[in-house]
Nanobody, 117 residues
């Protein structure tokens, strides 16, 4: 079992930045990803990182503005979000895979990010 807890969401003006955190506990953590879901829209993949080593994969929409990192010593994965836009408003989730070909079976509760214009 893997447990994930997100934090760091909030209200920010367009052009601002936020850094989300995801504390990941449990064993057999292969990859952790960040997703988001805006009202009335499907959940969208943003970026993922191998737990160790931390190779990453970004959605095209995230390249250049969002940066993922992880601190194994703190069991935490971060999502640095820069140059935020109103369309980035969504609930942001982190999720974990336990195997390379597995599904994201474990999810956090989500954290709300609201970007005002």
């Amino acid at each position: 079992q893997v447990q994930l807890v997100e934090s760091g969401g909030g209200l920010v003006q367009a052009g601002g930045s936020l850094k989300l955190s995801c504390v990941v506990s449990g064993r057999n953590k292969y990859r952790v990803g960040w997703f988001r879901q805006a009202p009335g829209k499907e959940r969208e993949f943003i970026v993922a990182t191998r737990w160790s080593p931390g190779s990453t994969a970004y959605a095209d929409s995230a390249k250049g503005r969002f940066i993922i990192s992880n601190d194994i010593s703190k069991n935490t994965v971060y999502l640095q979000m820069n140059s935020l836009k109103p369309e980035d408003t969504a609930v942001y989730y982190c999720a974990a895979q336990q195997a390379s070909m597995g599904e994201y079976d474990f999810w956090g509760q989500g954290t709300q990010v609201t970007v005002s214009s």
